[in-house]
């Protein structure tokens, strides 16, 4: 298997070459948009040799003895999105480590997507937290340029937190803005191997990572959703997800959601079944086995996120924290 960071390599050489073939355009101001790949990389070193942060777990990204705005603890979130993974689809797989990751958080199984109910346009807004009528992200394939808002990641950064992206899609790169992702890598093929990538990082250290498994809508497309095969994809990406949350540290919060959901070989019709999504969070601040009752929409999931990590998105952003999961 690659190492992340040659994955990250080939992953900007493509972009670049993209870029290079196409002329740059559809991409908007293609020259200050291309993949800041050296940026990336750059930094890595420098993660990689005796973070005090990192060495401590605390990870905040503040020197020791820094008593700034990032001094206080922080906690650590991963953000797994299975994309096309219904609610339901959760209880007839089953989805045993997810449904008792929920058990021991807080969770509703009437979140709502945004219209259109597509993978691009949806974790556009899901981590951002703008509507598709601002982020504009309309499109579902890979191409040159990135969202022209600001997301969850640009917020972390600018906060001095190291941030991941592991995505199973390579038109997701189009929301790792370059300057806002520490480590970008797209893992194709199956969510084992997203998650083989993701572990990588887990090891290496993050304050947020945001994960993407594709498989489920994959199946759905081939197989029909709520399929036997797709329902035994569920079980099988159940448990690459269990892989994750094993290996986590106690003050990280998990949050599990979808993109969308699906019905028949498609999801983007004006049934609730393909609007309506899984939405879990559970680790330190969020009630224990707690069913959310107020609307939770994919909107929300940027500033939940911004909520755990203390660190602030743009006042125009739509999506609010899902203030009902948290104890306080
Ligand atoms: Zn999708």
Sequence with gaps: ???????????????????????????????????????????????DAADPD??????????????????????????????????????????????????RGSFSWQAQTINPSITLPSHSSMLSGYPPEVHGMLWNDWRPGYIPVPTVFSAAQAAGLRTVMVVGKEELQQL??????????????????????????????????????????????????MSDVQLQQVAETDRHVGRILNAISPDTTVIITADHGGHGYIHWSDLPEDYTIPWIAAGP???????????????????????????????????????EAFTK
């Design 1 to 47: 298997m690659r190492s992340a960071r040659q994955i990250v390599r080939v992953c900007a050489f493509l972009a670049l070459a993209a870029h290079a073939c196409t002329g740059g355009g559809g991409g908007g101001d293609a020259s200050t948009q291309l993949p800041d790949a050296g940026g990336e990389l750059v930094r890595e070193p420098t993660l």
């Design 54 to 103: 990192s060495a401590d777990g605390t990870g905040d990204g503040s020197p020791a003895g820094d008593l700034g705005p990032a001094a206080r603890p922080r906690g650590k979130v991963v953000l797994i999105s299975i994309d096309g993974c219904r609610p339901d689809a959760l209880f007839q797989a089953p989805a045993k480590n997810i449904l008792a990751l929920a058990a």
């Design 176 to 225: 790792a803005i370059p300057g806002t992702v520490d480590t970008y890598v797209f893992a194709p093929g199956a969510d084992e191997n997203v998650v083989d990538n993701a572990l990588v990082e887990v090891q290496r250290g993050f304050d947020l990572m945001f994960v993407h498994l594709p498989m489920v809508d994959y199946q759905g497309h081939l197989n029909n959703w």
């Design 285 to 323: 601040g969020i009630r224990v086995g707690h069913q959310i009752t107020q609307p939770v929409r994919t909107l929300d999931t940027a500033a939940t996120v911004a909520h755990i990590l203390d660190v602030r998105l743009r006042s125009d952003t739509i999506g609010r924290h899902v203030q």
